[in-house]
């Protein structure tokens, strides 16, 4: 028999077990990355994308700014207002590495009013496997393309 836990229950035990969950160390894609330090089912929540949430208006400055002093910028859209900034204030998320094959999925959810945003595995990931998601960029013309490096089959080899 399989139960199902309540989101809220999953979110709890992620709040208690994540540490067990992840391990940062060098990418095989790009700088550093997160990795699975023991093997994770299907559908687990694997860790949490902490950051400080923010207007587009508020993204958009802070974007230059970090761009002016050359800083690596994370941040997640979480919806068409709001963005989560990791740059200064992020957790170990923020080094899980986008992929076009990925093993992870970011999926936004609802803990007592509050949106959280959860790193998900898609399948069965064994430990030692570096954890992506896709970042479903949106669209960008010639001048603003980011190179995609997940070396995967099916790579579209760009990420936006
Ligand atoms: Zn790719």
């Known amino acids: 028999k399989q139960f199902v836990l309540s989101k809220s229950t999953q979110f709890k035990k992620l709040k208690a077990e994540w540490r067990q969950n992840v391990y940062l160390a060098k990418s095989k894609i790009q700088g550093l990355g997160l990795y699975a330090a023991r093997d994770l089912e299907k559908n687990t929540m694997i860790i949490e994308y902490i950051g400080e949430l923010i207007r587009n208006e508020v993204a958009n400055r802070r974007e230059k700014l970090y761009e002016s002093q050359n800083r690596g910028i994370y941040m997640f859209r979480l919806n068409d207002e709001l963005v989560v900034d ?11 590495n986008h992929c076009c094959d990925p093993n992870c999925f970011a999926e936004t959810v609802s803990v007592e ?20 998601y896709d970042y479903q960029f949106e669209f960008e013309d010639e001048n603003n393309k980011i190179q995609c490096l997940c070396g995967s089959a099916n790579c579209k080899k760009w990420m936006n």
């Open 86 to 96: 990791a740059t200064i204030s992020g957790g170990l998320a923020r080094y899980v």
């Open 113 to 132: 009013k509050d949106q959280k945003i959860i790193i998900i595995a898609n399948k069965k990931i064994l430990k030692g496997e570096e954890l992506t």
